[in-house]
């Protein structure tokens, strides 16, 4: 992976993702109330096996209740994603300001494959817990 | 005594030869017009303006349209676009499911339409999950579209894809048809824009889109195909 410093021109897509972050942090006390609205999942209600997104809205509830280490056991990628994705968010403005390093996600073969294998890996995780 | 022509010696100074006047050098040739930015991203047009241009050129030329998207990491009018095609769309479809939800119910007395006061709460509070919605939709998209290998203009080309690919979402102002249309429309224009901006082929565009969809069905053929062997090999030893 290479790295290089954040630029005035990452501060219009750190501003778009600090206010996504900011806007689930203020939509968390109704997450509960809104998770029974979302339509259960084709694929497990077709097979009874879980899809590679399965779990990540209960992830999202034990995280909401400050449960880290349960929200990891339901669904490992959605719980770090949805960390990642608040807290960076919220720090992503300051980090643009002060110039911090930002990943270059270059479309190389080795990158694709590391990230198709972690999501083919989550997913096993997924079926063998039957999440 | 026969007169002589002076020389020019007897002169003196030898007359100036007048300087061969060149034609004057043709002028630099005039750099090609540069092609022209959606309406959207154009600075200095006013923003009713702009908006509705944008939409009618996504609506009626969209290749076009999309090739005219400038690819800057700039994703700021790009994500006001998409945030203000979500919220009228959202808006007008709340309020025909609260308009049109009793009369639907007086065909279908048994079936369950929800809770109105569900609908309004989703409705008053959109300005606030709307971003989530684009920022979590723009961020799947591009790592499906990294996964098959078509992610070449970052994740400000998809964020212009996505967002602009969102304009026929604005037909939810016709009742019944109008958000299954807008819908489907949504979907060509989403595989056009990733092809445009990404500068890739439209079946790798739509393998990007179908992705998700495209690995459950396999994954649950496969299962049902394994379950499909056992129960005929266990019914094979049992005869």
């Known amino acids: 992976m290479n790295w290089r410093p954040a630029r005035p021109d990452d501060l219009s897509l750190a501003g778009v993702w600090a206010l996504a972050a900011a806007s689930a942090v203020s939509l968390a006390p109704l997450l509960r109330a809104w998770s029974g609205l979302l339509p259960p999942c084709p694929l ?16 999202a509830l034990r995280l909401v209740d400050g449960q880290g280490l349960q929200a990891l056991a339901i669904n490992p990628l959605a719980t770090i994603g949805l960390g990642v994705g608040v807290i960076g968010g919220l720090l992503a403005p300051a980090w643009v300001v002060l110039s911090g390093p930002v990943p270059i996600a270059t479309p190389a073969r080795g990158t694709r494959i590391a990230v198709i294998a972690t999501l083919a890996i989550n997913w096993v995780y997924l079926v063998i817990h039957r999440v | 005594m026969e007169e002589r022509p002076p ?37 200095g047009v006013d923003i009713f303006s702009a908006f509705f241009q ?24 790009a994500f006001a676009f998409g945030l203000i095609v979500s919220l009228i769309a959202t808006w ?13 119910k007086s065909f279908m007395p048994d079936t369950d339409f929800g809770n109105n006061m569900a609908e309004i709460i989703l409705g008053l509070t959109a300005p606030l999950w709307i971003p989530i919605v684009i920022f979590l939709s723009v961020g799947f998209q591009h790592l499906c579209l990294f996964v098959v290998g078509g992610a070449r203009n970052g994740f400000s080309g998809t964020m212009r894809a996505l967002s602009y690919s969102w304009a026929p979402s604005l037909l939810a102002v016709i009742p019944v048809c109008g958000q299954i249309v807008g819908a489907i429309w949504c979907l060509v224009l989403n595989i056009i824009g990733l092809s445009v901006i990404h500068r890739i082929t439209l079946g790798r565009a739509a393998l990007a889109v179908f992705l998700p969809a495209l690995v459950c069905c396999i994954f649950g053929v496969l299962i049902m195909a394994l379950f499909g062997a056992a129960i005929f090999s266990a019914l094979g030893k049992g005869g």
């Open chain 1, 44 to 59: 497990h209600v077709l097979t009874g096996l879980p899809c590679p997104t399965c779990g990540a809205t209960r992830a």
């Open chain 2, 54 to 77: 944008t939409v009618k050129l996504l609506l009626s030329s969209p290749h076009r349209t999309f090739a005219s998207v400038p690819l800057t990491p700039n994703i700021g009018r």
């Open chain 2, 7 to 43: 020389t020019s010696a007897e002169f003196g100074e030898v007359p100036p030869v007048p300087p061969v006047m060149s034609e004057p050098p043709p002028p630099p040739p005039s750099p090609p017009p540069s092609a022209p930015v959606i309406p959207w991203e154009q600075p």
């Open chain 2, 92 to 104: 007008v479809g709340t309020f025909w499911q609260l308009v049109m939800g009793e009369w639907w």
